[in-house]
């Protein structure tokens, strides 16, 4: 061929001899890193449940279906019948299988059946890192992102919607019903029964039945085909979603623990995340940072009860902004005195145990002595009492928290905090390419944060792996 003519394939050329997939992929291509670290896993230690041959469906291996998915997660190809796709057509994912090309059908039942078993190899993920050395258990950064579901805002049942119908559905049936006796009082013979009167019935039981649902589960709201789902805020707008956690140790931002929960809020999360870790490394790291969503005084006084040092930033409270520099939060506790201080350098003097309806304990209650001649007291309080500050057992991991977090030290890890934990919610979403869920139900999500943050952490370790030439323990 000269120099002048151009390069085309030609497709009759056929080869001496036949080609080598393990040529066509390189020695640092992360597939080869994917087979090491399924390969490196004992599968029924993590729980997989051992396939048996059954007529018509090929017997595809555990590894091999494990080795897919977490290619496909890596690649960005999460629906089963695109990883059939890829399995026929990625020359990576071809030498992975070695040329096997499973259906979409297998590749959802290894999902479905291996929920629990996929979860574990997130964690047989972190304590591979840990013994890699990528793991400084030093500082760890705890927080939460909402991420949209499969179920859509449009279809979701709404109490007030529903009851509105009920009300229509009632008043039609009663409508149809009259009409009924009379026409049997003016005519004779047997009256049937109108088919639209039996559909009108069978409406007002389905929505009985969603309006029962929704009591149990104490909701406004419910999907009928996701009704674990919950509505909140994300990026911006309302809608069905699932709140997903994360905890990522500050060295090389390995998630160190993952799981997905229905809540609303993150005001709950602190101590089961804190017990994630744990269970996935042995012990929690010597400092843990979270944001303003996690300082509740219930999370915040069980975590010192545990023994987890734990740093949060200042909590929202209720009539905060309304009070703003009167905030209860802004009220500091005398304990040599017994004495609440206020903003203005007031002292509020211990006055009674006062007992809230449906509280556990009582708490101490602390009133303002010079309410009446105090010159911001309408910014304060408008009660005639004066302003009162009620002091529940767990106000002192609040104040603790309060000095903890006013230290050099203290403002420092805050700052961390964003650079350890955003970038890994940013990197899932942006790079990753994942901003919605792909399957249904509270489990399944749970299962497929799992593989996005085994992923995560694998690309993780491809990285240093490359650099350090990774040796499997």
Known sequence: MGMSEEIRAN?????????????????????????????????????????????GRPPYANDLLLKVWLYGYLARIRATRELERACREHLSLLWLTGRHTPDHNTLWRFFRENRRALREVFRAGVRVAAE?????????????????????????EKRKDLEKALAQVEKSIAEMEAAMEKAEREEAGEYRLPERLQKAE???QAIRESLGKMQEIDRDRRHPHEPEVRVMKCEGRKDPAYNAQAVADAQAEIIVAATAVNAETDHEQLVPMLEEVRANLGRVAEETVGDGQYATVQQLTEAEARGYEVLTAPGSERGAEQRGEFAAANFSYDAEHDEVICPRGERLKFRGMRKKRGARAAVRAYYCPVYRSCPVRELCSRSQEGRRIELSPQRAARERQRAKR??????????????????VFATIKQAMG?????????????????????VFNLKKMYQHGVRNRLVWA
């Open 11 to 55: 497709y009759e050329q056929i080869d001496l001899l036949p080609p080598s997939l393990e040529d066509w992929v390189p020695a640092d291509h992360p597939a080869r890193f994917i087979r090491a670290f399924v390969d490196a896993l004992d599968l029924v230690a993590l729980g997989f449940r051992e396939r048996k041959s059954e007529e």
């Open 406 to 423: 006013d230290t050099p030290r203290g403002r420092a890890l805050l700052r961390q905090r964003k650079a350890i934990i955003e970038p």
């Open 202 to 204: 069978e409406l007002r």
């Open 434 to 454: 994942f901003r919605r869920w792909t399957v249904r139900g509270l489990e399944n999500v749970r299962t497929q944060w799992a593989l996005l943050c085994t």
């Open 132 to 156: 890699q050395g990528l793991i400084g258990m030093v500082c760890h950064a705890v927080d939460g992102t909402k991420i949209r579901a499969v179920a859509s805002g449009r279809t979701m």
